[in-house]
């Protein structure tokens, strides 16, 4: 399968957000971590991995589209740190009581009301 950018991707399955916020609530669960699983503590979190994510980045310089010369390992860090990215993404708008998924299509239509496309071709 390809991806938009014509990069080979392995998934098998489309993956849900709600697949994604059951299996976290359950991790959290069995560790008896959701007790420090509060929004400010996520938030902090989530900013955390944001910063290790800018660090795969930080002096490389602009990078090519599909990242056609990164060693598959530097590929395997950053489908990592993307993944904690969205995994605390994904709790706190849990713990906030919110529908992730639906506040994002919510806000892509609310995008395209936004920002008209504009007719580029003239007749
Ligand atoms: N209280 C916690 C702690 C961790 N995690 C999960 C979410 C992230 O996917 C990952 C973060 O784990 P680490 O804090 O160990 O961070 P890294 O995986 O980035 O490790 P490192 O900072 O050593 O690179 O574990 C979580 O859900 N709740």
């Known amino acids: 399968m390809e991806n938009t950018y014509g990069c080979s991707s392995k998934t098998t399955k489309d993956v849900s957000l709600q697949e994604i916020r059951d299996r976290l609530a359950e991790f959290a669960e069995v560790r008896g971590w959701v007790q420090y699983h509060s929004p400010r503590n996520l938030l902090l979190a989530l900013v955390g991995e944001v910063g290790e994510l800018s660090e795969i980045f930080q002096w490389k310089g602009e990078v090519a589209r599909g990242l056609p010369n990164?060693?598959?390992?530097?590929?395997?860090?950053?489908?990592?740190?993307?993944?904690?990215?969205?995994?605390?993404?994904?709790?706190l708008a849990d713990i906030c009581g919110l529908d992730l998924g639906q506040a994002a299509l919510t806000k892509i239509v609310k995008n395209?009301?936004?920002?008209?496309?504009?007719?580029?071709?003239?007749?």
């Open 70 to 91: 990164w060693s598959s390992d530097d590929k395997e860090h950053l489908e990592e740190e993307l993944s904690d990215v969205l995994l605390y993404l994904v709790q």
């Open 112 to 123: 395209a009301k936004k920002y008209p496309v504009m007719n580029q071709t003239s007749t």
